[in-house]
Each structure stands twice: as structure tokens, then as C-alpha cells.
T-cell receptor
């Protein structure tokens, strides 16, 4: 069965601090996708990144970086020098390689305090 | 280009009533998905269409829920005899048939907030 665990329910940081959001997943598939989405107070899910299971290369996009470790079934997300606009709920998700049904974690609510 | 749109944005109904929620996917996306998101939870899969047919409806909670996509574009989620427990945000997403480029993913609409009184 597919499962995504985001153990951190809520995190608060002071602006400019770095913060890492944890994601641990379970799957029996050998090939799969992992995703991160941001859900700001407006409610719309915003796509951040997709990672293929066969590509363990870490990725950096501006202040965002992702650490994918297949050995520990983790796909963690780090925001460097956090800003107030980063305040949102962040969801990690897993799908089979067809990219159809997504399995979402319960989300981590991040609050960046000015 | 235009994203996924959903109407209405909010729907308040009384217990026992019938409701229809509409989703207009991104043009050219053959796959369409419905999810339900309860407060404090992640989206929960309901049903997936590939073209006009429901390829996977395993997430529909019971037979009061039904969805159609007659022309392979717009989809309607239908809920009969609504119950208070149906109150949630209903999200629609669309994607290309296959995820080939790095930005191919499910793109979500703003959702319809359903409140059953």
C-alpha cells in the first residue's frame, strides 16, 4: 500500500531562518513519483517539484532544495532564509509511475514570523 | 494559459439534497481527477478519468457519489442525499496522459467548498 507520512504538523520559524519539512513514504512499486505542493491560505494547491524514483539527484531552485534518499524512503524539503510569504501548508505526495492516483500526506503547516 | 477552474466556489446545501460540482480542466489534458480535502487533512483521491471513461473510481466513498465526463473535457461530480459528513473542499485536478516533461503533474483547481447543514 502507498503511504506518505509528514510527522511535523506545525512548524514556526522566525524570518530568515532555514527550515526543513520532512516526508517519509512507503510503496511496493519500484518506479514511482514524489511531489511537493504548497497550499497558501487562498487554498489552491501549487505544484513545487516532481521527482522520479530513479533519479536521486538532489535539486535546488532558488531558496528551495529537496533531498531525496531512497535508502530511507525520504523526500525532505528545505527552505533557506525563510520569508513570510512562505507561510502555507506544504504537502508531500506519492504516485505510481503512471502519475494517476496521488497519495498525500497530512501536510505541514509552516508559519514564518516576521 | 488558463488553469483548472471549478464552480461553484462555495456551495451550501441542506442534508438530503442533491448537488453537482463542476470542473473545467486545462485544455489538452486528457486525465482528470477528483479529490476531497477535509479540514486539516491532505487531499483524498475519489475518482480518475482518462478521456470520457472512469479509469479508477476506487476512492468514491459510497454509491451516493457519482462523476461523469461525457465529452472528455468538463466533469461533474454528483452527490445524492447529501450528509453532514460530506462537508469538505472538493478539488479537481488535470494532467497530461503521461508525465513526460519535468513539469508534468496534476494541476489543481481552487476547489469547491461544500457545506451540508
Amino acid at each position: 500500500a502507498q503511504k506518505v507520512t509528514q510527522a511535523q504538523t506545525e512548524i514556526s520559524v522566525v524570518e530568515k531562518e532555514d527550515v526543513t519539512l520532512d516526508c517519509v513514504y512507503e510503496t511496493r512499486d519500484t518506479t514511482y513519483y514524489l511531489f511537493w505542493y504548497k497550499q497558501p491560505p487562498s487554498g489552491e494547491l501549487v505544484f513545487l517539484i516532481r521527482r522520479n524514483s530513479f533519479d536521486e539527484q538532489n535539486e535546488i531552485s532558488g531558496r528551495y532544495s529537496w533531498n531525496f534518499q531512497k535508502s530511507t524512503s525520504s523526500f525532505n524539503f528545505t527552505i533557506t532564509a525563510s520569508q513570510v510569504v512562505d507561510s502555507a501548508v506544504y504537502f508531500c505526495a506519492l504516485s505510481e509511475y503512471t502519475g494517476n492516483q496521488f497519495y498525500f500526506g497530512t501536510g505541514t503547516s509552516l508559519t514564518v514570523i516576521p | 494559459g488558463a488553469g483548472v477552474s471549478q464552480t461553484p466556489s462555495n456551495k451550501v446545501t441542506e442534508k438530503g439534497k442533491y448537488v453537482e460540482l463542476r470542473c473545467d480542466p486545462i485544455s489538452g489534458h486528457t486525465a482528470l481527477y477528483w479529490y476531497r480535502q477535509s479540514l486539516g487533512q491532505g487531499p483524498e483521491f475519489l475518482i480518475y478519468f482518462q478521456g470520457t471513461g472512469a479509469a479508477d473510481d476506487s476512492g468514491l466513498p459510497n454509491d451516493r457519489f457519482f462523476a461523469v465526463r461525457p465529452e472528455g473535457s468538463v466533469s461533474t461530480l454528483k452527490i445524492q442525499r447529501t450528509e453532514r459528513g460530506d462537508s469538505a473542499v472538493y478539488l479537481c485536478a488535470s494532467s497530461p496522459q503521461q508525465l513526460t516533461s519535468p513539469t508534468d503533474t496534476q494541476y489543481f483547481g481552487p476547489g469547491t467548498r461544500l457545506t451540508v447543514l
